[in-house]
């Protein structure tokens, strides 16, 4: 079983940054994709992006802003997201899968945490 704990959300201003953190369970790194996806009131999960052996994934919505980013020893995925906007606002999740490859749908992945609310406001 694979445990998910997301951390770092928070209310911050246009042009911000935060950095997301995506606890696992010890050597999931080593097997599994690991990925962000984001939720935002009345609209549907989106891919945000992934890291995976073989893979680094990320939407048009976010290059140039945001970096993904795991270490292994502390088995974490980190998102640093900068230039930060609006339309960021939302909470994000991070998912698991079995894989050395990134899929891009939700429904691919086996594992999700609870998520934590990014909210970008002046």
């Known amino acids: 079983q694979v445990q998910l704990v997301e951390s770092g959300g928070a209310a911050v201003q246009p042009g911000g940054s935060l950095r997301l953190s995506c606890a696992t369970s010890?050597?999931?790194?080593?097997?599994?994709?690991i990925a962000w996806f984001r939720q935002a009131p009345g609209r549907k999960r989106e891919g945000v992006s992934c890291i995976s052996k073989s893979e680094v994934y990320y939407a048009d919505s976010v290059k140039g802003r945001f970096t993904i980013s795991r270490d292994n020893a502390k088995n974490t995925v980190y998102l640093q997201m900068n230039i930060l906007k609006d339309e960021d606002t939302a909470v994000y999740l991070c998912a698991a899968e079995f894989t050395v490859r990134c899929p891009r749908r939700p429904v691919e992945y086996d594992y999700w945490g609870q998520g934590t609310q990014v909210t970008v406001s002046s």
């Open positions: 010890e050597h999931t790194l080593d097997y599994y994709a």
